[in-house]
């Protein structure tokens, strides 16, 4: 009987064995199985070529990507190679180019704007004080002793119940406004406080003037309201800027637009006797805007010239909705050349804004041109053009689409890259806009990275790069920023490099290709932004706007 037993427990002892055996054999191979399929899936990211692609997109040779420049052909064709070597097809029928019919207004500005005053007569200096430009296309514009207006935010919101101009006439005159939204540090309560709506934007500000009948308009410059220094608008300086061709619609635009620094703007009020509290009373729900009884003039020369720069644009046709779309999408661009630096560097590479971003476009259309089976929807990539004069290129491309808007399921933009490392954050620019917010953060749980919001919403990044364009007509737009937790560093470390780059680089000639970059963070975050749009891809579902979102009410 015993030896009976122990034969039992010696023979459930090996059965059991071997089932543990078995299963352990089992998980090892689903594991592997597992780690081949992610490893095909990625399979086409490549941190040599893309390093390789920003290099020489940042390259002087590329004479910093300005359209109607040498540097402009070089870029595009340089991509269009490249779509070609990666296997897309061409996206606008046999051609991979899209014409943007595009002005190119160079200016000359007086190099001082004379302020008159019951009390006094002096000048300020151009550059230094104020840097202005024009969006017409006539031989010269002026300010001929002008009245001088401030207008508070220069806001019309009837929606939030909020009006600058109300009882306030500014038809043929310059008006002076401030920079952001009347809640920005301020009151939480009115706008979205520190989160920057588009009427923060100097672009609405313009806009909003023209439709005023302002003959001129001045965004007074702070830093912190702008998020970045003046010397951001004064690379405009007597340059020439870039806009659609508007020749037969009717377009209103102010005579004169531009920026004046916070100090000249202060001396302002001072000559006319206020101060700056008259900043924060801007703020204040009621508030009414006045003469500052100056009277200003100055003078800009004009040359127009007319050509049509491009959008560079390939596809992976969709295996069962090919006409149904996702879009991945960054701006080509930069800005030339322009003022020397105190080291003598005219050149404005622009690495990672944005060769960065688009050397990240042709790594996403490699991976996805490696995957074995085709997406559902056909998937388009677009490099654009003219995304720092303005938006441009993705503006003509969503007025005059290729593929229909309202069969276009998302956008996904990129502008700019991580080169700090790997994160254990990644970052959704314009919180509780859209439906793909969730899908990122699906893709990040699947690779064990946690999503977090802009720092910085007062900076109204969401309005500031190419998926904005989109979003007015309807399709929701994916925008993400690095994460700020670098593995392996300190915590301060990613926001300190951050802000390294926006004081000492950012739209300078020192942004510049860098051999100490990290790519592997950025690889990661491309990682992320394939799997939402290959998920877009390959769902039938379409993803919408979330309540609360100003877009909403555009998606069909």
């Given at each position: 009987?015993?030896?009976k037993?122990?034969?039992?427990?010696?023979?459930?002892?090996?059965l059991?064995?071997?089932?543990?055996?078995?299963?352990?054999?089992?998980?090892?191979?689903?594991?592997?199985?597992?780690?081949k399929?992610?490893?095909?899936?990625?399979?086409?990211?490549?941190?040599?070529?893309?390093?390789?692609?920003?290099?020489?997109?940042?390259?002087?040779?590329?004479?910093?990507?300005?359209p109607?420049?040498?540097?402009?052909?070089?870029?595009?064709?340089?991509l269009?190679?490249r779509?070609?070597?990666?296997?897309?097809?061409?996206?606008?029928d046999?051609?991979?180019?899209?014409?943007?019919?595009?002005?190119?207004?160079e200016?000359?500005?007086?190099?001082?704007?004379?302020?008159?005053?019951?009390?006094?007569?002096?000048?300020?200096?151009?550059?230094?004080?104020?840097?202005?430009?024009?969006?017409?296309?006539?031989?010269?514009?002026?300010?001929?002793?002008?009245?001088?207006?401030?207008?508070?935010?220069?806001?019309?919101?009837?929606?939030?119940?909020?009006n600058?101009f109300?009882?306030?006439?500014?038809?043929g005159?310059?008006?002076?406004?401030m920079?952001?939204?009347?809640?920005?540090?301020?009151?939480?309560?009115?706008?979205?406080?520190?989160?920057?709506?588009?009427?923060?934007?100097w672009?609405?500000?313009?806009?909003?003037?023209?439709?005023?009948?302002?003959?001129?308009?001045?965004?007074?410059h702070?830093?912190k309201?702008a998020?970045?220094?003046?010397?951001?608008?004064?690379?405009?300086?007597?340059?020439?800027?870039?806009?659609?061709?508007?020749?037969?619609?009717?377009?209103?635009?102010?005579?004169?637009?531009?920026?004046?620094?916070?100090?000249?703007?202060?001396?302002?009020?001072?000559?006319?006797?206020?101060?700056?509290?008259?900043?924060?009373?801007?703020?204040?729900?009621?508030?009414?805007?006045?003469?500052?009884?100056?009277?200003?003039?100055?003078q800009?020369?004009?040359k127009?010239?007319?050509?049509?720069?491009?959008?560079?644009?390939?596809?992976?046709?969709?295996?069962?909705?090919?006409?149904?779309?996702?879009?991945?999408?960054?701006?080509?661009?930069?800005?030339g050349?322009?003022k020397?630096?105190?080291?003598?560097?005219?050149?404005?590479?622009?690495?990672?804004?944005?060769?960065s971003?688009?050397?990240?476009?042709?790594?996403?259309?490699?991976?996805?041109?490696?995957?074995k089976?085709?997406p559902?929807?056909?998937?388009?990539?677009?490099?654009?053009?003219?995304?720092?004069?303005?938006?441009?290129?993705?503006?003509?491309?969503?007025?005059?689409?290729?593929?229909?808007m309202?069969?276009?399921?998302?956008?996904?933009?990129?502008?700019?890259?991580?080169?700090?490392?790997?994160?254990?954050?990644i970052?959704?620019?314009?919180?509780?806009?859209?439906?793909?917010?969730?899908?990122?953060k699906?893709?990040a749980d699947?690779?064990?990275?946690?999503?977090?919001?802009?720092?910085?919403?007062?900076?109204?990044?969401?309005?500031?790069?190419?998926?904005?364009?989109?979003?007015?007509v309807?399709?929701?737009?994916?925008?993400?920023?690095?994460?700020?937790?670098?593995?392996?560093?300190?915590?301060?470390?990613?926001?300190?490099?951050?802000?390294?780059?926006?004081?000492?680089?950012?739209?300078?000639?020192?942004?510049?290709?860098?051999?100490?970059?990290?790519?592997?963070?950025?690889?990661?975050?491309?990682?992320?932004l394939?799997?939402?749009g290959?998920?877009?891809?390959n769902?039938?579902?379409?993803?919408?706007?979330?309540?609360?979102?100003?877009?909403?009410?555009y998606r069909?």
């Amino acid at each position: 009987m015993v030896f009976k037993i122990i034969v039992y427990f010696s023979s459930k002892f090996f059965l059991m064995k071997t089932l543990f055996q078995l299963l352990a054999i089992i998980f090892i191979l689903a594991s592997c199985k597992s780690s081949k399929d992610a490893g095909e899936q990625f399979k086409g990211f490549d941190a040599n070529i893309f390093a390789s692609d920003i290099k020489m997109l940042a390259s002087d040779s590329f004479m910093g990507r300005k359209p109607f420049t040498k540097g402009e052909e070089l870029t595009v064709d340089y991509l269009k190679n490249r779509f070609k070597e990666i296997g897309l097809a061409p996206g606008n029928d046999d051609s991979y180019f899209q014409d943007v019919p595009m002005a190119n207004i160079e200016t000359k500005a007086s190099p001082e704007m004379k302020v008159e005053s019951k009390n006094g007569t002096f000048s300020l200096k151009g550059f230094d004080d104020y840097v202005i430009w024009t969006d017409k296309d006539v031989p010269s514009v002026s300010f001929n002793a002008d009245e001088l207006v401030f207008a508070g935010f220069g806001v019309d919101a009837p929606e939030r119940n909020w009006n600058d101009f109300a009882g306030l006439d500014v038809k043929g005159k310059v008006i002076m406004v401030m920079v952001n939204d009347p809640g920005f540090g301020v009151d939480t309560t009115l706008f979205r406080g520190d989160t920057m709506t588009y009427y923060g934007r100097w672009v609405y500000k313009f806009e909003e003037a023209a439709r005023q009948g302002a003959k001129g308009c001045l965004v007074i410059h702070n830093t912190k309201a702008a998020s970045y220094p003046f010397s951001v608008p004064q690379n405009h300086w007597n340059s020439s800027a870039l806009r659609l061709d508007e020749r037969g619609k009717d377009v209103k635009h102010c005579d004169i637009v531009g920026w004046i620094s916070e100090n000249a703007a202060v001396k302002l009020l001072e000559t006319a006797g206020y101060d700056s509290t008259v900043f924060k009373k801007a703020s204040v729900p009621g508030f009414k805007g006045f003469s500052l009884n100056e009277k200003l003039t100055t003078q800009i020369s004009v040359k127009t010239t007319y050509n049509n720069s491009k959008n560079v644009i390939g596809k992976i046709v969709g295996s069962k909705r090919p006409n149904e779309y996702v879009i991945y999408t960054a701006h080509w661009d930069h800005l030339g050349i322009g003022k020397p630096n105190e080291a003598g560097d005219s050149i404005y590479n622009g690495a990672l804004d944005n060769a960065s971003g688009t050397a990240a476009l042709l790594q996403l259309a490699s991976v996805f041109k490696n995957q074995k089976e085709k997406p559902e929807r056909t998937v388009i990539f677009l490099a654009v053009t003219a995304e720092e004069q303005g938006l441009w290129g993705s503006a003509y491309y969503a007025q005059n689409p290729i593929y229909p808007m309202d069969k276009t399921a998302g956008i996904i933009n990129m502008d700019i890259v991580n080169v700090k490392g790997k994160t254990a954050d990644i970052t959704v620019v314009g919180k509780g806009q859209s439906d793909l917010e969730d899908y990122l953060k699906d893709a990040a749980d699947k690779l064990d990275r946690k999503l977090v919001f802009e720092k910085h919403p007062e900076s109204g990044f969401y309005y500031r790069s190419d998926h904005f364009n989109f979003a007015k007509v309807g399709v929701p737009g994916l925008y993400i920023g690095s994460g700020s937790e670098v593995i392996g560093k300190p915590k301060e470390y990613g926001a300190q490099k951050d802000e390294e780059y926006t004081s000492k680089k950012y739209h300078r000639p020192t942004d510049e290709y860098d051999n100490t970059w990290d790519l592997n963070g950025a690889i990661d975050d491309l990682k992320l932004l394939y799997l939402v749009g290959n998920r877009l891809a390959n769902e039938s579902k379409w993803p919408g706007w979330k309540d609360g979102s100003e877009f909403k009410r555009y998606r069909k």
